[in-house]
């Protein structure tokens, strides 16, 4: 068993239980000392001499802006912890006292503030022992509530609270153990308390156990540094792509021109559809007018047969007129479909003339071919040929059939004299002019001036068909 001295030696005053209790006293001590009295606490504080060189100098009390930040500041503490709130622009000077008692109560001060004699004779020495910049004259304790007394009355609470945050701030924060969450600290008090208590072998436990922990720690450590440097590497490939390719600002200028080259093919396309929709808008305008003007149309076709209707039910028609009119609208209809029969008739009668008149017309085409060909060969069967054609041509020339056709004949003069002698003599002188007119210039002059002594001479009958033999 070790002794008093224990290892090391050295006049430490190591024993078993007194080192533990020496080492822990403070910290057990600080964590439950408290401000009993008034006494206590005014010890607690530094003096006013000691103080009295570290004044700074005074808030601007008499600015509307310093006091309407330190009026909002003020109400956002006090309503974190009483019911009291400051209305501007100057609050009672009940509200005011109450500020200041909660106030001063939430520092630990008890101070009968509520009282107007505590207000007046306590406050201003607990501010100057404190060290507040903000000095407080016995009119404005007396008559807090008086707009010359407010400003200094503010500032100075204003100062209070500042204090009461910081002191609630270090009051929540845990300082039982500076040590806490510290694991090397925490292994050497206990390793050094169990050295104290002479547990050799529980220190060589905590030592492997903390050698232990401290591998893990180193490998959890290396293998964080091996996936940061990992990590790094990426980052730096990127950064090293980032630099070679374009910059951010290319990428968007050239975005932006892109952008810029669709918005104008899109502006060239909202005209275009303007255009469209500017004539479509016509269009339908005049839709819109025909439509109107059909509708006026229906409109008075509508009214017209509302009349018509009024005059057909206004007329009184009986049972006789009404056999009548039934009788004659079917004698009409017979009467239409007669006048149809009829004219189904007429148009195949005129369909059967125009065939006979066609044919009639070929075959006069045929013969003045043959009446051409024999003017031309008058060595061959010249008199049976004149006199057999001439008669066929009078026989069209009776019935009215015969239009004359201007063929290409000119004989000469004498043959046409010749046919002139006999078309004369025959009687058929409109026949000849006819006939003479199918021939030609030449045989048309030689034959004029005898036609018309022929014609003074004997004045036959118009339409006689005397055909030589």
């Not at 103080?51 to 310093?66: F, K, N």
């Not at 912890?81 to 200041?100: E, G, K, M, N, Q």
């Not at 060290?131 to 209070?160: D, E, F, I, M, Q």
């Amino acid at each position: 068993m070790r002794g008093g001295g224990g290892r090391g030696g050295g006049g430490l005053g190591r024993g078993r239980g007194g080192g533990r209790a020496i080492a822990r006293k403070p910290l057990r001590g600080a964590a439950t000392s408290r401000r009993d009295s008034d006494a206590s606490l005014c010890s607690s504080r530094p003096s006013s001499v000691s103080l009295a060189h570290a004044v700074p100098a005074g808030p601007p009390i008499s600015d509307r802006s310093y006091q309407s930040a330190a009026l909002r500041s003020v109400n956002a503490y006090l309503a974190s912890i009483s019911s009291v709130a400051l209305r501007p622009p100057l609050p009672s000077a009940r509200d005011i006292t109450r500020a200041f008692d909660d106030v001063l109560a939430r520092l630990g001060w008890s101070v009968p503030v509520g009282v107007a004699s505590a207000l007046e004779d306590d406050l201003p020495s607990l501010l100057a022992q404190l060290g507040c910049p903000v000095k407080l004259s016995k009119s404005a304790l007396r008559a807090p509530g008086t707009p010359h007394a407010w400003p200094p009355l503010l500032g100075a609470l204003n100062w209070l609270v500042q204090l009461a945050r910081y002191s609630d701030h270090r009051d929540s924060s845990s300082s039982s153990s500076f040590a806490e969450g510290n694991n090397v600290l925490q292994y050497h008090f206990q390793s050094f308390a169990l050295f104290m208590e002479g547990e050799d072998g529980a220190v060589e436990a905590l030592d492997q156990e903390q050698l232990r922990q401290t591998e893990d720690q180193v490998a959890k450590h290396v293998a964080a540094l091996e996936s940061l440097e990992k990590e790094a590497a990426e980052l730096e490939k990127r950064a090293e792509a980032l630099r070679s390719g374009p910059s951010p600002r290319e990428a968007a200028e050239r975005e932006r021109a892109l952008l810029k080259d669709d918005i104008k093919k899109f502006d060239v396309m909202i005209e275009s559809w303007k255009e469209k929709l500017a004539s479509t808008e016509k269009l339908l305008a005049e839709k819109e007018e025909v439509l109107e003007a059909k509708s006026r149309e229906t409109r008075r076709i509508s009214e017209e047969n509302e009349e018509l209707r009024k005059r057909i039910g206004s007329q009184v028609v009986n049972v006789r007129d009404a056999e009548r009119m039934k009788k004659e609208f079917q004698a009409m209809e017979r009467d239409i479909a007669e006048a149809e029969l009829g004219r189904n008739a007429l148009e195949e009668k005129s369909w059967e003339l125009d065939a006979d008149i066609d044919r009639k017309q070929k075959e006069l085409e045929s013969l003045v071919e043959q009446a051409n060909h024999a003017i031309r060969n008058p060595h061959k069967n010249e008199d049976l040929n004149k006199f057999y054609l001439l008669g066929k041509l009078c026989q069209l020339c009776d019935t009215g059939r015969y239009s004359a056709t201007r063929r290409a004949v000119r004989p000469s003069s004498a043959e046409g004299r010749t046919w002139t002698d006999e078309l004369t003599h025959s009687g058929q002188r409109k026949v000849g002019r006819r006939f003479v007119s199918a021939l030609g210039g030449s045989a048309r002059r030689a034959s004029t001036t005898e036609l018309s002594s022929e014609r003074r001479r004997t004045k036959p009958r118009f339409g006689t068909s005397q055909v030589p033999p």
